[in-house]
C-alpha cells in the first residue's frame, strides 16, 4: 500500500484481502504515524522509505497517496517493475500523467485506474442502448452526483487541502459525473467550462457544474458537490428518437423513444439492469495474470484528467477552454 491518505484506502485494502490471489505485505506513507498505524492493523512491515519497500520482493502497489504525489510514487513505482492499481484521478495535469504512461510503457507494467461506475449495472445498460440507436443522435447528457462531506464533518480535512488535492469537490467526488457525461456523449469535447461554488467557506470548491460541448452540438453537465444531503445520483442521456432516466429518484432505467416506432414512443419503459461487472481491482489482478493491458480503463482516465485540468484552468482564467 502507497499511503493511506485517501478516504478509499481501506475499501481497496479489503478488496485485496478478499481476493483469493493478492495479499498485502507492506505499508509506505507519506504520513509515517498514519502508515504506522495502518501496517499494524494489517500486521505488515511499515517502510520510512518507499525505494525501500519497493525493493523488498513485493509485485505490485496500491497508490492512495494525495493526488500531488501520484506522479512520483508512480513513476517510481514503474522503474521499480511494480503493477499499479490507482485511485482516480491518475494525476492532475495531462503531462504528469504523459510521464506516468511513458514509464508504465518503458517497464511493462500493468497500470489499473479505479473508474468504479464504469464497471455497473445502468452504465452498461445505458451503452447498450445508445449502441442500439435508441435515441438517435444524442443531444444533451447530463450526470449529477453530490453528498454532503463539507456539511456533515465526515470528510477528513485534508480533502480541503488544494495542494494536496489538486481541487476540490469536482476533481474528487465529481470524477464520475465527469467521467460518464464523457462516455455517453461518445465524442470528445471541444470546449470546457466549470463554475465552483464555496458554500462552506472552505479552501476548496464544494459545488460545481462542468459543461462540455462538442464539435456535433450535443452538449455535457457534470454536476457534484459535498454540501447536499438527499440529492440522488442522476443520469440523464437525451437524443433526437429518445430519452433515457436513471435515478430520479429511485435507482430505476427508464427509455421513452420513438426508435421503435409509435406505439413505444408513447411512454415510458423501464429497462433491465444487467449485473455488474467485475471491479476494477479484479480487472486488474486479471491483467498482471493474463499479460493484458486495460486499454479502454486507461484512455477514459487520460481522458478524464484532460477534462479536469481544462476544467480547473476555466475557473481560472473565467471563460471555456478550448481544445
Known sequence: ??????????????EALAHPDTE????????????????GKLGVPYFDSLEEMLDSGIDAVIVDAPTRLHRDVMVQA????KHI???????PTLSEVREILDEVARNDVKLTVSLPRLNDGYTLAISEALREGLLGRVTQV???????????????EHFYDPVDCGGGALID?????????????GE????????FGYVTGKPVEDNAVLTLSTASGAVGIAETGFVNPYSPFTIEVHGTEGSLLYGTPEPKLLLRTGAKGEEEAGRWQELPLPANRPGAFAQWVSHIQNGTSAEENIREAVELTRIME????????KRSVVF
Not at 1 to 14: C, E, F, L, R
Not at 143 to 153: P, T
Not at 173 to 185: A, E, I, N, S, W
Not at 310 to 317: D, I, L, T
Request: charged share 20%; aromatic share 12%.
Open 1 to 14: 500500500m502507497i499511503s493511506y491518505w485517501h478516504v478509499h484506502a481501506w475499501d481497496y485494502t479489503k
Open 24 to 39: 498485502i505485505t507492506a505499508v509506505w506513507d507519506e504520513n509515517p504515524e498514519r502508515g504506522k498505524e495502518q501496517a
Open 78 to 81: 514503474a522503474r521499480a517493475g
Open 85 to 91: 492499481f490507482t485511485e482516480k484521478v491518475v494525476a
Open 142 to 156: 447530463r450526470v449529477r452526483l453530490s453528498h454532503n462531506g463539507a456539511i456533515a464533518g465526515w470528510l477528513p
Open 173 to 185: 467526488l465529481g470524477c464520475h459525473p465527469v467521467y460518464l457525461t464523457r462516455l455517453f456523449l
Open 188 to 195: 470528445e469535447p471541444a470546449e470546457v467550462t466549470a463554475q
Open 310 to 317: 481544462a476544467a480547473y484552468q476555466s475557473v481560472q482564467v
